[in-house]
T-cell receptor, first 114, second 108 residues
Framework: DSGVTQTPKHLITATGQRVTLRCSPRSGDLSVYWYQQSLDQGLQFLIQYYNGEERAKGNILERFSAQQFPDLHSELNLSSLELGDSALYFC?????????????FGPGTRLTVL | GQQVMQIPQYQHVQEGEDFTTYCNSSTTLSNIQWYKQRPGGHPVFLIQLVKSGEVKKQKRLTFQFGEAKKNSSLHITATQTTDVGTYFCAGPGNDMRFGAGTRLTVKP
């Protein structure tokens, strides 16, 4: 158990819909990262927040947005969903701003868009 | 951010054979990390290498960081079925760049 929690575990929805994925980092970690992993693919970095502020942005679509709240939990919002958005979405957390930090991954949310 | 290339993409071995995955960068890396993702699981941190030429061992796993700090390798001696999974290297940076991963399958 990494100490990072993600809800829900599974999500099935239809094209055009909007969903929110939630992540709670390890106690004491200030950074939260979001990754997308499509079937049998690598990890695509989406976005990082550090202590409530956006720190780094990766290949995140305009239909996707995220935020980190004062209690450090984070939410990833995916809107106007398309079939191609079906994937595993991982959240990870780390102590600092990145660089040499170890990232601790949550169990992931499996999103299926029908 | 820095990008790392990882090869091979897939490796299928007989149990007891050795396995190696390689990670390469076009730029010097301040550090490199290795993660393992079991089938159906999430990536789990294995190790971090920082020094030029560094070699670290974890039981049957040997991790190396190149002298120029532009490449790294993970070698598994005498693979076991428990080694099955995808091994990722990751370069440093706020937007940590993960390699594409090497998926290892082991035939008993």
């Amino acid at each position: 158990d990494s100490g990072v929690t993600q809800t829900p575990k599974h999500l099935i929805t239809a094209t055009g819909q909007r969903v929110t994925l939630r992540c709670s980092p390890r106690s004491g970690d200030l950074s939260v990262y979001w990754y997308q992993q499509s079937l049998d693919q690598g990890l695509q970095f989406l976005i990082q927040y550090y202590n409530g502020e956006e720190r780094a942005k990766g290949n995140i679509l305009e239909r996707f947005s995220a935020q980190q709240f004062p209690d450090l939990h984070s939410e990833l919002n995916l809107s106007s969903l398309e079939l191609g958005d079906s994937a595993l979405y991982f959240c990870a957390s780390s102590e600092g701003t990145g660089g040499a930090d170890t990232q601790y991954f949550g169990p992931g949310t499996r999103l299926t868009v029908l | 951010g820095q990008q790392v290339m990882q090869i091979p993409q897939y490796q299928h071995v007989q149990e007891g054979e050795d396995f190696t995955t390689y990670c390469n960068s076009s730029t010097t890396l301040s550090n490199i990390q290795w993660y393992k993702q079991r089938p159906g699981g999430h990536p789990v941190f294995l190790i971090q290498l920082v020094k030029s030429g560094e070699v670290k061992k974890q039981k049957r796993l040997t991790f190396q960081f190149g002298e120029a700090k532009k490449n790294s390798s993970l070698h598994i001696t005498a693979t076991q079925t428990t080694d099955v999974g995808t091994y990722f290297c990751a370069g440093p940076g706020n937007d940590m760049r993960f390699g594409a991963g090497t998926r290892l399958t082991v035939k008993p």
